[in-house]
């Protein structure tokens, strides 16, 4: 057998989905069915995904680990690998690695406390791996909400998702967007104008982030603000990655790595890493 | 461990014998300045003297500057596989700091992952390492990898009429028992063992003060005047990272043959020196000016490594130092964090 760990395993795209103008949601499946069933991730995990011929790329797994016959990536077209995953049409053959991260989202943790989770953009694809978890057992946690913050109407990702949690009493959501249109009537300005509004109490609530990189000081200070714990506030860094396995080095943060170490780090680790945030 | 002794005539006698029934690497005579490591066929190509160190370093026999790591044939199916080289190799007179690169890269490659690539070729490779007297950019007395305690097969120390022998390992021995006639190794050649050890310890002219720095890196790492002053001339080239005997950062790249039908994954060296190492999709750039990656490079070689395998990837070879062209010195600089912090 082979222990090349840098061999990836083979893969069809199922199902494609244009979300907005810039991003395509993916459903993969592995065509090896014990691929398959050994393919169980957390979430917060990531995979490396290879377009033969065209590279390799590293992506969040943006569904619920609890559906194990495929898994989904929201993806913007914006590198080179990006782009020729949105050229891909339905049944095409990728290579995929992974799942990858030690540092995951804290499902376990975070049971029987409140869950804040807080989107910026596309920030929003690898929280909904621990959105839909949470989800899956609501009664486990106590208070659930979710800020997230787009550039404008059309941008809005998992509209459909957003408006399920709308219908429901046990979750709040609060959508804002930086350029509104004409028909837009909910909240505007950057997300980190909402999170004074939060009631919850900060020793017993969670608080995911995902964002932009510019994104988490300001996001942090507000939490800080209202003396949020260090370490209860997990965030999902980005870095360059070549291998994501912890050889290729691009993703050190300080004296960590984004693929082994994170990509989720409590606020307290990311404190003691320098230019993390 | 096992000490033996071969005198200089049977030496000569035994390193032939091995060139002859291996495909064996040594130090070669380049130009005026420069030695590198390359295959040998003839015992007069060697030239263990050299004075400054080979600037190449010898990873490249273990971690190539371009290797495919798998290939693929996209038909019906796609195929998958891996390419590794299975040719024995003896890697033949690399120093101490040398040896002690190579053992770090091996403990880096098979942390929580076999990186299969680099010990398929490892696990052929016997190491014959050999004392030298320190060139002028070599602080590895300071880093502590003056002296390798292991990582290598056998290991020799010139004591003039004969060498003395350090058998590394099982392998090492067996070498010996076939192609090298030796004697177990007595007092008298300990006592000038330990006469050479102490003569080349005091050789060594370039220090770095390294204690308290793994605090005082941390004091001064946020003082942008310190590193704008010690990055001021850096031509963000990477020259540095390419002769380093422990640097294995690379990319990945997909290189697909014209007919489209075969493709490899090959991988790369890259250096954390060049703007584009922390560039992301999007045009983000995490590192975005050379203070902030030479500081970075500085961290991984005298900070990271102490926390995760108790002890700094930089050996103190001196490499950098000789390549770099703007005259940026690593050790001066381990010294100014020293000096920046007690004013």
Redesign the interface.
């Known amino acids: 057998m082979e222990n090349n760990i840098y061999i990836p395993d083979l893969a069809r795209i199922t199902r494609i989905e244009t979300v907005t103008p810039l991003e395509k949601i993916f459903d993969i499946s592995f065509i090896e069915k014990e691929a398959q069933k050994k393919f169980n991730f957390l979430p917060g995990q990531f995979v490396e995904l290879t377009v033969f011929g065209v590279g390799e790329a590293p992506f969040s797994i943006t569904s619920n680990p609890n559906n194990k016959d495929k898994f989904q990536l929201c993806i913007r077209a914006v590198g080179s690998v990006s782009k020729a995953i949105h050229a891909l049409k339905e049944g095409a053959r990728v290579g995929i690695r992974g799942p990858f991260g030690k540092g995951t989202f804290p499902y376990k943790e975070a049971k029987g406390h409140n869950v804040l989770a807080i989107a910026g953009g596309l920030g929003l694809a690898p929280l909904m791996s621990f959105l839909t978890y949470v989800m899956d057992f609501r009664d486990q946690y106590k208070n659930l909400m979710i800020i997230y913050g787009a550039v404008n109407p059309t941008n809005i990702l998992y509209k459909n998702e957003i408006a399920y949690w709308n219908s429901r009493d046990d979750v709040s959501v609060c959508v804002t967007v930086d350029n509104p249109d004409d028909k837009w009537t909910g909240e505007i300005g950057v997300c980190t104008k909402l999170i004074p509004r939060v009631d919850f109490k900060p020793d017993d609530t969670y608080t995911i982030v995902c964002g932009p990189p510019v994104m988490y000081k300001y996001v942090v200070v507000e939490l800080e603000k209202k003396n949020f714990k260090e370490d209860k506030i997990f965030l999902s860094l980005e870095r360059r990655m070549e291998c994501g396995v912890g050889k290729c080095n691009h993703c050190h943060i300080g004296d960590k790595l984004a693929c082994v170490d994170g990509p989720v780090f409590r606020l307290w680790d990311v404190r003691n890493l320098k230019e993390a945030i | 461990m096992l000490y033996k002794v071969i005198k200089k005539v049977d030496y000569k006698e035994f390193v032939s014998k091995l060139i002859s029934d291996f495909e064996f690497i040594g130090p070669v005579k380049k130009d005026i300045a420069t030695h590198d490591f390359v295959r040998i066929n003839d015992f007069s190509k060697l030239d263990i003297n050299y004075k400054r160190t080979t600037i190449a370093p010898a990873k490249k026999i273990l971690f190539p500057s371009t290797e495919v ?2 290939q ?1 044939e ?1 038909g019906e199916d ?1 195929k ?3 390419v590794y080289e299975a040719k024995e190799k003896i890697l033949f007179g690399i120093d101490a700091c040398d040896v002690n690169g190579l053992s770090f890269l091996d403990r ?2 098979s ?7 680099y010990f398929s070729r490892r696990r052929k490779l016997t190491v014959i390492g050999i004392d030298r007297m320190p060139s002028k950019t070599n602080f590895s007395l300071s880093m502590g990898k003056e002296y390798a305690k292991d990582g290598f097969d056998l290991f020799l120390t010139d004591l003039k009429d004969r060498y003395f022998v350090r058998v590394g390992s099982e392998k090492g021995n067996g070498l010996l028992s076939k192609y090298a006639i030796t004697s177990a190794a007595g007092d008298e050649d300990f006592k000038d063992y330990n006469k050479f050890m102490d003569t080349y310890r005091k050789s060594f002219k370039l220090k770095a003060d390294v204690a308290n720095l793994y605090d005082n890196f ?1 004091q001064v ?2 003082d942008a005047q310190f590193w704008k002053k010690i990055a001021k001339d850096c031509y963000s080239c990477g020259s540095c990272c390419l002769v380093c005997p422990t640097c ?7 290189d ?1 043959e014209l007919n ?1 039908k075969k ?1 490899n ?1 090959i ?1 790369e060296w ?1 250096s ?1 020196m060049i703007p584009e ?6 045009s ?1 750039n ?2 975005p000016t050379k203070e ?1 990656r030479l500081k ?1 490079r500085y ?2 070689k005298i ?2 490594f102490a ?2 395998f108790g002890s700094n990837s930089c050996v103190g070879c001196g490499r950098c130092i000789e390549a770099c062209l703007a005259k940026i010195n690593i050790a001066e600089d381990i010294n100014s964090v020293k000096k920046e912090v007690s004013v």
């Open positions: 790591l798998i693929y996209i796609i998958i596989s891996s880096f490659f942390e929580d992952l076999i990186d299969e690539p941390e790492y946020d294995f950062c690379f990319n990945v790249k997909d697909m489209l493709g994954k991988r890259d954390c190492y922390g560039l992301v999709a999007g983000h995490f590192r902030n970075q961290r991984c900070k990271t926390d995760r």
